[in-house]
């Protein structure tokens, strides 16, 4: 089984940037698309950023011009880089891939959250 690794969540002003790491612990699995969701309290879940296999990108569209999401494919790594941070933005941020065993066997793993949190 993959298991996603997330770092780099933590509290920042309004404003502010940080950057947000999700690493597939298991090297030999063929990843397609890789994405950060979000859930702020209250809320539903959101997608917050995708990157395909190809390197296409997406953003929602209360984070587009501040984030900024890429993928380090040697290292199955996937990145977010959160500029102007607001405290909107508050929520626990999910990694989430989809895994190809074959060409007939997919599956989705979630990584287990990182804390985002953005002061006034």
């Known amino acids: 089984q993959v298991h996603l690794i997330e770092s780099g969540g933590g509290l920042v002003q309004a404003g502010g940037s940080l950057t947000l790491s999700c690493a597939a612990a298991r090297r030999t699995s063929s990843i397609d698309t890789m994405a950060w969701y979000r859930r702020a309290p209250g809320k539903e879940r959101e997608l917050v950023a995708t990157?395909?296999?190809?390197?296409?990108?997406n953003n929602a569209d209360s984070v587009k011009g501040r984030f900024t999401g890429s993928r380090d494919y040697a290292k199955n790594t996937l990145l977010l880089q959160m500029n102007s941070l607001k405290p909107e933005d508050t929520a626990v941020y999910y990694c989430y891939a989809v895994i190809v065993l074959n060409i007939d066997s997919r599956f989705e793993v979630w990584g287990q959250g990182t804390l985002v949190t953005v002061s006034s």
């Open positions: 990157v395909t296999s190809s390197g296409s990108t």
